[in-house]
């Protein structure tokens, strides 16, 4: 065998890292393409982020009353109808969106965020670390999250989305955390973990580096997951009137529809209540159409297929 | 240079509240790497020698005896400061499809490495995409090729290049190589073992070869010591050719034995020794490790364990009471 | 030879023949021979249906233990399950035959007829890596298992048969059909395999790299328990391994494969003694061995080609062949027998063509 020669030092490291970056959007692109439902999931997803993000702004801040129209039925005018002061039903359900997705999205950050971090050190260093964090891990997983919410909120009010999806975080992480962990202690077993510390490369480097991605479509997984399971817990919160209806909200919508509407017994007020479940349903089925592709993204070997 | 005296690792295996059973992994082993030598351990699985081999790259503790590497006794220092010793000792895997990160490219994979190693000895950023391209050449594959792909795009035998070419990227003294062509295709098994084989030549890197193939340690570490462990105690040591073609040990000449015969191109050797029985750990200790399933067998062999010996030649040792030469590897067939 | 090796409480029998009324099986059938003819298998890929097994001729006389040998993605894998009619999806047997003896084309059985070739005719023994049985149930709940879906009435014989096969191979019948997997180490569960492929007295054996993952001493006593078994039994055995030494130790005749062709195929002890085809030379001596000396193993340069690095034209192994020539590139080799011997290369043909011309000006 001979050593041939040295080749020039191909491109610096600047432009291979932006071209990587290049290539995993266009390999994220090509996943995507791959199935019609993927492309479905994207648009749903799109159409509620769009809401979100300039749904408010679409309406006046305060929604027109029409007092002639109390729980009207599906019109041109008024495709889901209107409500108990006669609000049409789609503005609630598009100016509503904001607080749901907000909420659901910090809850997620909060959930995978605390329960990746806390799981990778557990699995990572395993002995007294992994004893303490497990513990206190089973701790909020023994935690009664409805009954504390209850309570909690006889007590303190909370202002917005913000501290709601942190108080949904604070209580959900618990399960990511387990996850994680036995995951990272299967993962540190692999070849290349271990060579990593023989080449005494940096635990920043082991978990940031070599871990992490490794995991990156499990906690892209959970992170969806995480977003509906807010969403829903939310929205079952305010259903419950449990907490002050101090905005639009679907859970406030369907609260109002059935217990200020009688929706489960009269047909008037079914658009009413019909609308915002359609809403949680969509974006729930979108969400889960595009959590199918995050084991593709991930995974070189899948995405440049 | 690494020199091991009695180095000894037990296995607590779990059991039940009570307590479980241990499983002696190294029973006292000495042994010597000399620098730039090729030492291969043989054996068959759970004798101790991935164990032992792991030991040696610092992978895993021992209980107790004493590791020197280059003049430096292991045992008195802190976990972190044996830790640079160690690290110029580098494994190579078995399996070339779970040493190297799915999910980083060939580029990241042996840049981290090199990076940590131009800061520490001031070496411009330049430097590190050089020399990987460097030791991609030095381990025979072509750097524009591989340096962008992640490696489910390669082949076995690429894989293992560039393992060792990661192995590299901190100027090891040493290479442990344990098993690590098993998993590789058989037409280019070869060139891996030559690949270390002229590492070895033209750098001065030590190779530990630890396989189940005596064979290939053969083709490896010709000219370099043979080891034979059996149940985590050396049972005979020497020349590889020594050992190979003049074993002494019933063990060796079972193992020996077991190698099939290339028909055709050879014919198998005049004698043949084949245990009387299969492998079974749970046996109890006290006389020698193989006696139970020895042929050759004795009473003083049931009550008392042969220690690690020298012959007529100093540097072939053997742990057996009754030593004695018997021609078990195949002949080559005259054409 | 001292004695043949067995494990604690297993029943030493030292090469005792003594149930061999049992072992030979039933006197009236004997072993099947198999023709298999331009035999191609293609799997669905992204880029579209590509060949593992690209019209593979080789014709198996009864009563011989055949290996076939070859790398990752020779397709010898997908040849051994052609023989049963199991390539799973994505494959699929796109053409030729497989015949056997009793059976009749075997690519044209379906459903229960089959399921019942299996198993009463063609015994089939997993790689020994792999877990072939099942993890909750006793060896002997699937013995009989196997049974009842073969419909055999008579169960006690069946048991009694294991038993005896069991024993045959030096274990304790009775206690090993008590075991469940993990109490058996993985010797032992390569013999049970053994016995499974055998109880139903199939004819046509095949093996599946019967002795990957396990212990030098082991994988001897195996491989002479498959020697043993196929001559007291009058088999026809078929072994699949990627181990030249190991098809070389027990085989009659070899077949060595590369990128879903069969190049070469004649007698173990000249095919190895004399190969012919440049890859077999390649391989030979690619093995470092005991015998001779070590210094004359060369590596074979290049690696074996995958089902979408197949040269689109001409021989498989043009791009590591020495002996390259024009033709190689367009032309694929056709298989030529001569003196028993089945040889596919052009340059082959090409030296004896001349070697002829000289002998006869």
């Known amino acids: 065998m001979t050593v041939t020669a040295i080749l020039p030092g191909g491109g610096g490291q600047g432009s291979r890292r932006a071209s990587l970056r290049r290539n995993f959007w266009r390999g994220v692109g090509r996943v995507l393409r791959r199935k019609p439902s993927r492309i479905l999931g994207v648009a749903i997803v799109a159409l509620f982020a769009a809401m979100a993000l300039v749904g408010p702004m679409l309406y006046p801040a305060h929604l027109p009353r029409d007092d002639n129209a109390l729980y009207a039925a599906p019109s041109l005018a008024h495709p889901f109808g209107t409500d108990f002061e006669g609000t049409d039903v789609l503005a609630l359900v598009v100016t509503g969106a904001r607080y749901v997705i907000l909420t659901g999205l910090v809850t997620a950050v909060i959930t995978v965020a605390l329960g990746t971090v806390l799981g990778l050190l557990a699995g990572f260093h395993r002995g007294r670390w992994d004893t303490v964090l497990m513990r206190i891990t089973d701790l909020q997983l023994t935690i009664p999250g409805l009954p504390l919410l209850l309570v909690l909120s006889t007590v303190w009010k909370f202002q917005g989305p913000l501290e709601m999806g942190l108080v949904l975080g604070l209580l959900g992480w618990g399960g990511i955390a387990r996850a994680v962990r036995s995951q990272t202690l299967s993962l540190r077993e692999r070849g290349f973990i271990e060579a990593a510390r023989g080449l005494g490369l940096s635990t920043t480097h082991i978990i940031g580096r070599e871990l992490l991605p490794s995991m990156a479509p499990y906690i892209a997984m959970n992170m969806l997951i995480a977003v509906t399971g807010a969403i829903y817990a939310q929205v079952g919160l305010f259903f419950l009137g449990v907490l002050p209806f101090d905005s639009n909200n679907w859970g406030v919508m369907l609260n109002l529809a059935v217990f200020g509407g009688g929706a489960l017994t009269s047909a008037a007020a079914l658009p009413y209540l019909l609308a915002p479940l359609l809403a949680i349903l969509l974006l729930t089925l979108g969400i889960v159409l595009i959590v199918d592709a995050m084991d593709e993204i991930f995974n070189p070997r899948l995405r440049e297929e | 240079m690494i020199i091991g005296t009695g180095v000894t690792k037990t296995y607590k295996q779990r059991g039940d509240v009570l307590g479980g059973r241990n499983v002696q992994a190294l029973r006292g082993v000495d042994f010597t790497v000399p620098k730039g030598g090729a030492v291969s351990f043989i054996g068959e699985s759970g004798c101790g ?90 381990v025979g594959i072509d750097p524009g090729y591989v340096l962008g792909r992640y490696p489910h795009q390669l082949s076995g035998g690429m894989r293992q290049r560039v393992v060792i070419a990661r192995a590299l990227t901190v100027d090891p003294d040493m290479l442990v190589a344990d098993e690590s062509v098993s998993m590789i295709d058989v037409s280019m098994r070869l060139s891996i073992l030559a690949l270390l084989k002229d590492l070895r030549e033209r750098l001065g890197v030590s190779v530990l070869f630890i396989t189940h193939d005596i064979a290939t340690a053969r083709y490896i570490g010709g000219e370099g010591e043979l080891y034979v462990l059996y149940r985590g105690q050396v049972v005979e040591r020497g020349l590889t050719e020594t050992v190979i073609s003049a074993p002494v040990h019933p063990y060796t000449q079972s193992l020996l034995s077991a190698i099939p015969v290339l028909h055709g191109l050879e014919r198998p050797g005049p004698e043949r020794v084949v245990p009387t029985e299969a492998l079974d750990e749970r046996q109890a200790d006290g006389g020698c490790l193989f006696a139970r399933r020895c042929p050759f067998r004795t009473k003083r062999c049931e009550a008392e364990l042969p220690i690690l010996t020298a012959g007529t030649d100093p540097a072939h040792q053997y742990a057996c009471f009754h030593p004695q030469r018997r021609d078990v590897i195949p002949v080559e067939a005259v054409a | 030879m001292i004695t043949i090796s067995h494990r604690a409480g297993e029943t030493p029998r030292p090469d005792s023949h003594s149930a061999s009324g049992l072992i030979a099986g039933p006197g009236a059938t004997t072993a099947p021979g198999v023709r298999v003819r331009d035999l191609t298998v293609v799997y669905k890929t992204p880029l579209g249906e590509l060949p593992a097994l690209g019209g593979v001729s080789l014709t198996i006389d009864p009563g011989t233990i055949t290996g076939i040998v070859g790398e990752s993605g020779s397709g010898k894998s997908t040849l051994a399950l052609s023989l049963l009619n199991a390539v799973q999806p994505p494959g699929r047997i796109a053409g030729g035959s497989v015949e056997i003896d009793g059976l009749g084309n075997v690519v044209d059985l379906h459903g229960d007829r089959l399921r019942q070739a299996r198993g009463r005719h063609l015994g089939y023994v997993f790689q020994a890596a792999q877990n072939s049985l099942n993890p909750l149930k006793t060896v002997g709940k699937q013995l009989l298992d196997l049974g009842r879906s073969h419909g055999v009435e008579d169960r006690r014989a069946l048991v009694r048969d294991a038993k005896s096969l069991l024993e045959r191979m030096g274990l304790d019948g009775a206690r090993v059909l008590d075991s469940h997997q993990h109490e058996l180490s993985g010797g032992m569960r390569q013999r049970v395999g053994i016995m499974l492929a055998l109880v139903l007295n199939a004819q046509l054996v ?145 030296s004896r063509h001349t070697a002829q011309r000289e002998e006869h000006p």
């Open chain 3, 206 to 350: 095949i093996l599946d790299e019967p002795t990957t993952a396990l212990d030098m001493i082991t994988q001897a006593t195996i491989l002479r328990i498959i020697r043993e078994v196929h001559k007291e039994r009058g088999l026809t055995t078929l072994m699949v391994t990627h181990d030249i030494g190991v098809a070389a130790e027990v085989t009659d005749r070899l077949a060595v494969m590369y990128g879903g062709r069969v190049v070469e195929h004649g007698p173990t002890m000249e095919v190895l003694g004399a190969p012919s085809h440049p890859y077999t030379q390649g391989l030979i001596r690619a093995i470092p061995r005991l015998s001779g000396d070590i210094e004359q193993a060369r590596a074979l340069p290049g690696r074996p080609p995958t089902l979408g690095t197949l040269p689109a034209s001409g021989c498989v192994f043009q791009e590591r062949c020495p002996l390259r020539m024009d033709i190689c590139a367009t032309v694929e080799p056709p298989p030529v027998i001569e003196d028993g011997r089945t040889v596919a290369c052009h340059a082959v043909e090409r």
């Open chain 2, 49 to 138: 020698k991935t164990t032992l081999g792991r030991i040696i790259a610092g992978l895993e503790t021992y209980d107790s005896g004493e590791i020197v590497i280059d003049g430096t006794p292991m045992t008195p220092l802190s976990p972190r400061r044996r830790r640079p010793y160690f690290r110029r000792i580098q494994l190579i895997h078995q399996d070339p499809y779970s040493a190297l990160n799915p999910t980083r490219t060939i580029h990241q994979t042996l840049r981290a490495p090199l990076s940590l190693r131009a800061s520490k000895t001031g070496r411009p950023a330049s430097w590190i995409d050089e020399r990987a391209e460097e030791l991609l050449s030095l």
